[in-house]
């Protein structure tokens, strides 16, 4: 299994600001994400962070609003640019273990946007 | 469109009733199954999954699923609750027709009385 950590856990920022949340996995994995889960909603898959190359985005969010790195095979950061209220969610960083399919989720950073 | 449906979204029980959670998918190919739990202020767990074999596939803490390909289904069970499986459960499918994306179903949210 791996283990995710995630850095800020919480933070609440001010309209038209940005924020970059942090993940470290504490082993070397195949594939990183990163999620959105809004109020009482489901995760939706914002993208895959690809290393050394472009993030890949799923349709509805774009590379300008959610930039992401992924410098290496264990560290992932996703930015949320221009931060307005709709931002406020719980945002996850995972990651799949190629062996297994298996998928596993850091702790979440608790954004509000005021 | 291809999704993961779960039909109960709020379920209140007593201790020691027995439990099914229901979850349909509408994905083609080849599909791994899983849930996962969060509990309250907690990360997201991996219950039980199901990638190939016997249908019927045992988790932690007593769950258990079973995966019926005829019916595009893989409802959870338990026979038994307990007060400490209050938490909300999210049904998940990667399938080969949809990228190999982890994709969420809306999740169940379980109340246990004791």
């Known amino acids: 299994s791996a283990v995710i950590s995630q850095k800020p856990s919480r933070d609440i920022c001010q309209r038209g600001t940005s924020l970059t949340i942090q993940c470290q996995v504490d082993?070397?994995?195949?594939?990183m994400f990163w999620y959105r889960q809004q109020p009482g909603q489901s995760l939706t898959l914002i993208a895959t962070?690809?290393?050394?190359?472009?993030?890949?985005?799923e349709s509805g969010f774009v590379i300008d609003k959610f930039p992401i790195s992924r410098p290496n095979l264990t560290f992932s950061t996703l930015t949320v640019s221009n931060m307005s209220p709709e931002d406020s969610s719980i945002y996850l960083c995972?990651?799949?273990?190629?062996?297994?399919?298996?998928?596993?989720f850091g702790p979440g950073t608790r954004l509000t946007v005021t | 469109a291809q999704s993961v449906s779960q039909h109960n979204h709020h379920v209140i029980l007593s201790e020691a009733a027995s439990l099914e959670l229901g979850c349909n998918y509408s994905?083609?190919?080849?599909?791994?199954l899983f849930w996962y739990v969060q509990y309250p202020g907690q990360h997201l767990q991996l219950l039980l999954k199901?990638?190939?074999?016997?249908?019927l596939v045992k988790g932690i803490k007593g769950f258990e699923a079973e995966f019926i390909k005829s019916k595009f289904s893989f409802n959870l069970r338990k026979p038994s609750v307990q007060w400490s499986d209050t938490a909300e459960y999210f049904c998940?499918?990667?399938?080969?027709?949809?990228?190999?994306?982890?994709?969420f179903g809306g999740g169940t949210r379980l109340m246990v009385k004791p």
């Open positions: 995972s990651a799949r273990d190629r062996a297994s399919y298996e998928q596993y």
């Open positions: 082993s070397q994995v195949t594939m």
């Open positions: 962070a690809n290393q050394g190359s472009e993030a890949t985005y």
């Open positions: 994905y083609g190919g080849t599909v791994n």
């Open positions: 199901y990638f190939s074999g016997d249908p």
């Open positions: 998940a499918v990667i399938s080969n027709n949809a990228g190999n994306m982890l994709t």
